[in-house]
């Protein structure tokens, strides 16, 4: 289980890592799927109920008179139809969910 204060300093040390490279550089990148993508987003979300992850970690918190699920799964094998070629590097797909209860009340953060 990930502990998340130490995940933090290890994940900023990365990201402060990354400072000096430049995007010309063939590097690796992490880029977030919004909303306003409606063709990519709903394909991506259809992958992810097609198939199974390769790896998932869950992780509950509780405090403050709440408790947060967050839930991590990361697909390996990625077929997305169609205009793939704009995406032909494409390595893995991860998804995060998260959802905070209180007071029996849950809602998707």
């Given at each position: 289980m990930l502990k998340p204060d130490k995940f933090e300093v290890v994940f900023i040390s990365w990201v402060n890592s990354l400072r000096d490279i430049n995007i010309d550089n063939q590097a690796?990148?992490?880029?977030?799927?919004?909303?306003?993508?409606?063709y990519l987003k709903e394909n991506v979300e259809n992958l992810c109920?097609?198939?199974?992850?390769?790896?998932?970690?869950?992780?509950?918190?509780k405090g403050h008179g709440r408790i947060e699920?967050?839930?991590?799964?990361v697909y390996n094998?990625?077929?997305?139809?169609?205009?793939i070629e704009k995406w032909s590097d494409l390595k893995s797909v991860i998804q995060i969910t998260s959802e905070r209860e209180i007071n029996e009340k849950k809602t998707n953060v």
């Open positions: 690796n990148y992490i880029l977030t799927l919004k909303g306003n993508q409606t109920k097609q198939i199974k992850p390769d790896s998932e970690n869950e992780m509950v918190e699920t967050r839930n991590c799964k094998q990625i077929h997305l139809p169609e205009d």
